[in-house]
Structures are given as structure tokens and as C-alpha cells.
């Protein structure tokens, strides 16, 4: 039979190698997309469709949202969208990668 505190170590063991996994998966990944943003034109060209997509979605959400009566949760797709869109182009302006 397991006492109270074996009980409580083999939990925590247990969540600190699934931490450590997760934390390894996580830095792999960062890696991983960090090594195709620079090397690929088309990864980058993507993600930025992708990243405006989701941004023209937020705003029409909130169009949406607004007519069926929910102004609260309208009002915050409408910001979030457009706050996303203006780091966006503000990047794209300032932020330009040199050739």
C-alpha cells in the first residue's frame, strides 16, 4: 500500500516529466517555425495571409455579432481585430526585412 506522501511524489514526478516534455516539444517547435521564417519566403508570405485573414474575420465577426444583439462581444472582435491589423501594417512599414 502507498502512504499519503509516496503518493504525493510519484504525482509530482510525474507532472514535472510531463513539464519538461511539454517545455521540449515547445522550444522544437519555436525552433522549427523560427528556422522556416527565415529561410522561406512562401512560409513567411503565408502566415502573413493567414495573420490578415484572421484579422478581416475578427471584424467581420463583430459586424455580425453586433446585429444579432451582442454589442459587448462585438465591440472586443472589432478592436481585437482591428489593434491586430494595425501592429500588422505598422510592421510592414517599419519592420521591412533589408534585401
Not at 517545455?23 to 529561410?39: H, I, N, Q
Not at 454589442?71 to 510592414?92: E, K, M, N, S
Amino acid at each position: 500500500m502507498m502512504t499519503e506522501q509516496e503518493f504525493d511524489r510519484k504525482v509530482e514526478a510525474m507532472a514535472d516529466q510531463l513539464g519538461k516534455k511539454i517545455e521540449d516539444t515547445a522550444d522544437r517547435f519555436d525552433r522549427a517555425v523560427t528556422r522556416k521564417w527565415e529561410r522561406g519566403r512562401w512560409f513567411r508570405r503565408v502566415a502573413r495571409t493567414v495573420s490578415f485573414t484572421a484579422e478581416a474575420g475578427l471584424i467581420a465577426g463583430a459586424c455580425f455579432l453586433f446585429r444579432s444583439g451582442h454589442r459587448v462581444w462585438g465591440a472586443i472582435c472589432f478592436w481585437l481585430g482591428i489593434i491586430a491589423l494595425l501592429f500588422d501594417l505598422f510592421r510592414l512599414l517599419f519592420l521591412r526585412r533589408r534585401p
